[in-house]
């Protein structure tokens, strides 16, 4: 297909596709004349790849890690995996030193973790946001917590694609893209909970 | 005590806390002459909550509608807090019609939801964004969320304080400030399923 066909399949506009060629993240196409080339469906997949990349908040650098990991990647899918989540956001500080409330966490809830994975670092700033406000998370909450999410985590992993380049990008996308389905999924469910506190004979709508 | 020891006490800038003062979100001080104005732990507590609530990414105009709701709650503790959660980002556009894929997961797990409430919306911008990048959730990844997620409410509402103004404030504080623990946590809990499945004779480090 012609670059314009690339355009109207992916709605990326022509001048995105050709800035994603110039920085190297999308493949040059099959030159068919000096001026012309010829573009199929891996250019249309790292296309709407770097959409949806882009529109989870990835800055281009971070983009660009992704794809040389699902171009080239490292020998061990674990530590294939433990770097393309690394670049996904919230950027936070990971060269502290320590991480005093993230480790007692995790060491808590008997979890394997390599101290150098960016999402220690990620906990640590959330729970002394936390600590920060008067809310320190208490033993409860962890344990409750720390059930829940592993109950999460287990459906997340249940599908994961054979190939290693589609675990990559499920990996990248699925972990980003269900965080604020989470996050109102438990806002709603405070709200039956509270509803059902307050109003224990009140039953859910039937439609 | 005088402004600057408020200052002192809460970290928060002296410019900024006259800004609060003129904008109505921090009470005045008792006058004690023309020029001086004396101040105690009310304000204290409430530059404390304007600056977590800062943090947490709310404009002015939304910090007014938490304080609002502090000082003058509706008669039902269900639609007060329900208000205020409102306040919080994600900002979606909540004046849709409809919200198909919303309404249908919470069909499917029975829960009690007023279709006003803004987290309907963000629930509905979360579901388009992963069906947009063709993940959209299956009915065993719905069911599994919504079972876990009511795990974690559960422990969310355990706590709640008895008087209005602090379960307000409680409600507010504690549905944002643990989103970020609850992400970074999954994406741990992810690394430790991985390590154990890719390697299954492995054990959490002892430390």
Request: proline share 7%; glycine share 6%.
């Amino acid at each position: 297909m012609r670059v314009s066909e690339l355009v109207a399949q992916t709605g990326v506009p022509l001048a995105t596709v050709k800035y994603y060629l110039r920085e190297g993240l999308l493949m040059a196409g099959d030159a068919t004349s000096a001026t012309r080339a010829e573009y199929g469906e891996r250019h249309v997949h790292r296309l709407v790849l770097i959409k949806a990349l882009s529109g989870l908040g990835l800055p281009i650098p971070k983009i660009r890690v992704v794809l040389q990991l699902i171009d080239h990647p490292q020998d061990s899918l674990f530590d294939t995996l433990g770097a393309a989540i690394a670049a996904l956001p919230p950027y936070v500080d990971a060269n502290a030193a320590e991480f005093p409330r993230a480790k007692s966490v995790l060491d808590r809830l008997g979890q394997i973790y390599d101290p150098q994975f960016v999402a220690v670092a990620q906990l640590e700033s959330a729970l002394a946001a936390a600590e920060g406000i008067g809310m320190p998370m208490t033993g409860e909450r962890i344990d409750a917590y720390g059930r829940h999410i592993r109950g999460i985590a287990e459906a997340d992993l249940a599908p994961i694609p054979p190939s290693t380049e589609s675990a990559i990008e499920y990996a990248v996308l699925g972990t980003a893209i269900y965080e604020p389905v989470i996050a109102a999924m438990r806002r709603l469910a405070h709200q039956d909970l509270m509803s059902k506190m307050l109003d224990p004979n009140r039953k859910a709508p039937t439609s």
